[in-house]
């Protein structure tokens, strides 16, 4: 080698390639062939480019990996009274599921009133329980759309020890805030409906505490729909009204749409379909005054 450490003319290996190459010269004259070199076997500069060109299009339309989802096992299906829901979630290692101050569980009633053949508590199915954000989303993606169940039918949503009902005990002195729907704009139902469920489990209304549950009821043709608000005590009005208005807010309800909080015994006992209110959103003058027996 030479001082810039390239080999010289002199180098015994470019002499041997230098003989090898006149031998082969001279064999290819002497068979008759024409000398010319065999075409390399390789992409000429265009077709390289088109090919660098292909990949970078397919590493471009590939989509990008997505990052690890934080439940990783789901349940196929809801079934009919499962205990909680969030024991049959594989959460990942070292997550921390975002758990609820309440457990919570929801119901279906299938069937209006006077085409049920069975009573209406065995109409009533316990649906599933959930006492974690991540369960309450597993849960609530499995159930339908309020607005595409069959007329007379209702979802309940109530703390886990709190059965849906007038007779319990939570729930016998209580009452109800009442907002209607019209049936023409259905998606307003829905939206409705996920946005109390989200404030509901997320405890932002004030007086939370004071809050059994709530239902949206799909009714049957050419009659409204309706969600409620249940509460503990029908005679804390001052409570019941501070409920009411953060409903209104949070549904974004309009003043030409009366709201009504009615009482739990005043509704079971009445003898036709007007029910007697207690409050009213706008309110007005009077309420009807309600003294529970002892």
């Known amino acids: 080698m030479n001082e810039e450490g390239q080999m010289g003319v002199d180098s015994p290996f470019i002499e041997e390639m230098a003989e090898s190459s006149s031998a082969e010269t001279k064999l290819k004259k002497k068979s008759g062939s024409s000398g010319r070199p065999a075409r390399p076997h390789r992409f000429s500069e265009p077709a390289r480019r088109r090919s660098k060109k292909k990949t970078e299009k397919t590493e471009r339309s590939a989509p990008e990996k997505q990052p690890e989802a ?4 789901l349940p196929s299906s809801i079934e009919v009274n499962t205990v909680m829901i969030d024991d049959k979630i594989e959460f990942n290692p070292g997550f921390l599921p975002h758990r609820l101050q309440s457990p919570y569980a929801f119901w279906v009633l299938h069937g209006s009133r006077g085409e049920r053949k069975t009573s209406w508590e065995d109409c009533l199915k316990y649906l599933v329980s959930f006492r974690t954000v991540e369960g309450f989303w597993i849960s609530h993606r499995h159930m339908k759309a309020p607005s595409t169940l069959n007329g007379g039918s209702d979802y309940y949503i109530f703390k886990d020890d709190i059965k849906p009902t007038w007779e319990d005990d939570r729930n016998v002195k209580g009452g109800r805030w009442l907002v209607c729907f019209n049936q023409a704009k259905r998606e307003e139902l ?9 404030a509901l489990i997320g405890e932002q209304f004030s007086e939370s505490e004071h809050i059994c549950g709530a239902a949206v009821s799909v009714g049957k043709r050419h009659k409204e729909d309706k969600i409620s608000i249940w509460t503990r005590d029908a005679t804390e009005d001052e409570r019941n009204m501070h409920i009411g208005m953060e409903m209104k807010n949070l549904l974004k309800i309009g003043d030409e749409v009366k709201m ?18 207690r409050l009213t959103i706008p309110s007005e003058d009077y309420f009807t005054p309600f003294d529970f027996d002892d």
């Not at 934080?70 to 096992?73: G, L, T």
């Not at 009504?260 to 209110?277: D, G, P, W």
Request: hydrophobic content about 35%; some cysteine; glycine content about 0%.
């Open 190 to 198: 829905d939206c409705a409906w996920t946005d109390l469920l989200i």
């Open 260 to 277: 009504k909080y009615v009482v739990h015994k005043v509704s079971s006992s009445r003898s036709n379909s007007k029910l007697k209110t």
């Open 70 to 73: 934080v439940v990783h096992s």
